[in-house]
């Protein structure tokens, strides 16, 4: 059985274990969704349409990932006036895997399940206190989740590059580096036009990996940054 869904002002054609990716839902990695925008559904050659929406009929999907699209440039130059724009646009994705095609009002039979490594910490956190309990005294305090630690773990994150002594210099002269821009990447380390100018490629593929930047951006950046740094 398939069916055509309506989300993210997009269509696409989906089945049972379909893996998929679509415009940012509000949800967590391991949540259950319901999708209940159905243009139509079938199996074989027989196909119910709706008017425009399938009654009764809705998909559920479990969210796998929460991501990014790759960077999208948008260029417009004016000639004769020297002027031009470029920004760059990053959609955000959240990737499903399709669970379920219900029709005539059905339920979805699947929940959103907890995580085993989550089940196997409250089990033993439970173990701890009752044994605690047992011998008179007070439980031990709670140990940092891996969730926690792990985002501990990223407010920590040493920055990408190495930023030099001295004054930096003001990147938003760059054409394409604006103010959020320029603090994105003194951020990471890089506040010259002489850094950016000695960017290799595989330096441009860590900041796009890592950054909402573009490869196509960085190295035009490098190229404007070549020139400043000989002034």
Known sequence: MFAVIKTGGKQYRVAANDLLKIEKLEAKVGDIVEIGNVLAHG?????????PFVDGAMVTAEVVEQGKNRTVIAFKKRRRQNSRRKIGHRQLLTTVRIAEILLGGAKPSKKAAAKPEAKAEAKA?????????????EPKAKKETKAE?????????????????????????IKGIGPVAAKDLAEQGIITFAQ????????????????????????DWREQAKELAKK
């Open 43 to 51: 199996e074989g050659e027989n196909v119910t349409f709706g008017a």
């Open 149 to 173: 630690a792990a985002s501990g773990e990223e407010a920590k994150a040493a920055p990408l590059f190495k930023a030099p002594k001295g004054e930096p210099d003001d990147l938003t002269v």
């Open 196 to 219: 950016l100018a000695k960017l290799t490629d595989k330096d441009v593929a860590k900041i796009d990996e890592h950054m909402p930047f573009s490869a196509d951006q960085i190295k």
């Open 125 to 137: 956190e439970v173990a701890a206190e009752a044994k605690a309990d047992v011998a008179g005294k």
